[in-house]
């Protein structure tokens, strides 16, 4: 098995990073309950007592044969810029603070980007765009995110995904998206009581944050709010009042054309922000 140094650290890991074996931020210890079927997922998800331990078993999950089999594959052949140092090849957990004001929704971590640096939203074109949009903004301490250790850190933000692995295509099916669910809808569950506003990035986000909040009780405005940029809506439990922003998606099809600028996504951002 070769082993390649971390970018930060220097210390040789495998591709993928077994767990607990000391890539930074790697929320599961070595002996951390794996879970290789949707019903395993749903047992899993149903019976987590805190963040910290649906954290650990979301990064070791391998109920989706499909995914398992891309992200693993991507990790050992790497991207040619990439080759030299590890991949991290396995599920993303959602990162940043246990109790978020703002909570960021996303797709799926990309191929080489949080599949290969270990945290979500980092390591390609896309996070670039949305960290240096966090930091303008007041919810990122640094305006980069480079590679899990680098320092950077959330001010009262959470970042999570509907998928939790790399899906080929960036095109999870319905099934793995299903199977997936118990995950995002047991992490919704746990920060909710602090949120304040979610960010929606792309339909994808925006839809996995209403199924997902009304999964832990709020109530969801009827018809569905359709999704757009700079779109709201108003989410309610108890007397609890969550905004839901949408955003477009900072991919490269969309930052390249114009469809979203630096602007846009600040004003986004900002009016999360303002809520928290």
């Not at 949707?38 to 954290?55: C, F, N, Q, Y």
């Not at 509907?162 to 992490?187: G, H, L, S, Y």
């Not at 955003?247 to 951002?269: A, C, I, K, W």
Request: glycine share 10%; hydrophobic share 40%; with cysteine.
């Amino acid at each position: 098995m070769t082993l390649l140094p971390h970018p930060v650290t220097g210390d040789l890991f495998a591709s993928p990073v077994p767990a607990g074996t000391g890539w930074p931020d790697d929320p599961a210890p070595p002996a951390t309950p794996v879970a290789r079927t949707p019903a395993d997922v749903r047992r899993s998800a149903g019976s987590v007592l805190s963040l910290t331990d649906l954290d650990a078993q979301v990064s070791v999950c391998s109920a989706c044969p499909r995914l398992v089999t891309w992200r693993e594959d991507v990790a050992a052949a790497k991207r040619a810029s990439y080759a030299g140092e590890p991949y991290w090849g396995r599920p993303m957990a959602g990162w940043g603070s246990p109790t978020p004001r703002v909570l960021i929704v996303g797709l799926a971590p990309a191929a080489n980007g949080g599949n290969r640096t270990g945290r979500i939203f980092t390591g390609d074109r896309s996070g670039d765009w949305l960290f240096a949009s966090l930091h303008r903004v007041g919810l990122a301490a640094q305006p980069t995110s480079e590679h899990a250790g680098d320092g950077q850190r959330l001010i009262d933000t959470r970042m999570i995904a509907a998928v939790r692995c790399a899906p080929p295509d960036n095109k999870p099916t319905t099934a793995e998206r299903d199977t997936c669910a118990p995950w995002i809808e047991t992490e919704v569950a746990l920060v909710a009581p602090s949120v304040r506003a979610i960010v929606a990035l792309g339909s994808y986000g925006w839809d996995a944050a209403l199924r997902s909040f009304k999964a832990a009780g709020f109530s969801v405005p009827r018809p569905k709010p359709r999704f757009g940029h700079g779109a709201s809506a108003s989410l309610t439990r108890d007397g609890q009042d969550v905004v839901l922003l949408g955003s477009y998606h900072p991919s490269q099809q969309n930052t390249f054309t114009g469809r979203l600028t630096e602007p846009m996504l600040d004003e986004v951002l900002g009016r999360a922000a303002a809520l928290r």
